[in-house]
């Protein structure tokens, strides 16, 4: 009677120990997530007499052919009030390289609270990969 009962218990702890180990592994292989973007970051920061400026950097894999931000779009008081984009602002996207960081600069209202949605976007050979993201809310300063 004993046999019995270890066969069924040695499947299910096999069962299970497999399980635990596609668990560890997943996060991993989904933590980039991209073929073109190996990471990227945002922060919102505060300046005198009510600017308030939104720094952005982006890692490709490799040289992209472009990466930057595609747009960055300006909140105040959790209202829209301004879209910056790669056509139409110099600043926002780099060629040829595998990093880029820059800022926008918006003039703000001092005493209102600003954050903002970055569009980051990595590519080449025609095809490319976006990810957004949003800062940290700042209140713009004398």
Do not use: H
């Amino acid at each position: 009677m004993i046999k019995s009962v270890k066969k069924p218990f040695r499947i299910v702890s096999f069962s299970l120990v497999i399980m635990l180990c596609l668990c560890l592994i997943c996060p991993i292989a989904l933590a980039r997530g991209s073929y073109y973007i190996d990471s990227y970051s945002v922060s919102m920061s505060a300046g005198s007499n009510g600017n308030v400026t939104a720094w952005f950097q982006i890692l490709g894999v490799d040289t992209m052919d472009q990466i930057g931000a595609v747009t960055v779009t300006i909140y105040e008081n959790g209202s829209l009030v301004k879209t910056y984009s790669s056509t139409t602002t110099s600043g926002m996207m780099a060629y040829n390289t595998f990093f880029y960081g820059s800022s926008i600069t918006y003039p703000g209202t001092i005493g209102k609270t600003y954050y903002a949605y970055v569009t980051f976007q990595a590519g080449r050979n025609g095809d490319w990969d976006n990810r957004l993201m949003q800062t940290n809310t700042v209140t713009a300063c004398k």
